[in-house]
């Protein structure tokens, strides 16, 4: 069974940045599909980034491309989410979750339904104020 462990949300203020983490345990495969989605307040979750860590490809969504950057530590077996020119529409509750490859199989996105994240963290809260 894997566990993810999120850490790094927090408050800021538009225009700033910060950087959350996801710390993989209890893993027994040796590659999986990691990826971060969202969750705000009243809204569906969404995906904004993911990454295969057996090659390093990523995926972003259009609406982030530019600001977030997913990013791993292969020793500490860790996937980072750098977000750049946070805005408030970036608040919600942000979670770390992986799947078994092949990453992105069915859709044209990795978060396409049919691509599936069996495991997932409890969430870190990132709050971007005005």
């Known amino acids: 069974q894997v566990q993810l462990q999120e850490s790094g949300g927090g408050s800021v203020q538009a225009g700033g940045s910060l950087r959350l983490s996801c710390a993989r345990s209890?893993?027994?495969?040796?590659?999986?599909?990691v990826a971060w989605f969202r969750q705000a307040s009243g809204k569906e979750r969404e995906g904004v980034a993911a990454i295969y860590t057996g090659g390093g490809t990523k995926f972003y969504p259009d609406s982030v491309k530019g600001r977030f950057t997913i990013s791993q530590d292969i020793a500490n077996n860790t996937v980072f989410l750098q977000m750049d020119s946070l805005e408030p529409e970036d608040t919600a509750v942000y979670y770390c979750?992986?799947?078994?490859?092949?990453?992105?199989?069915?859709?044209?996105?990795?978060?396409?339904?049919?691509?599936?994240?069996?495991?997932w963290g409890r969430g870190t809260q990132v709050t971007v104020s005005s």
């Open positions: 979750a992986a799947g078994h490859p092949p990453c992105g199989a069915y859709g044209d996105s990795w978060f396409a339904p049919g691509n599936k994240y069996n495991y």
């Open positions: 209890g893993y027994t495969y040796s590659s999986y599909c």
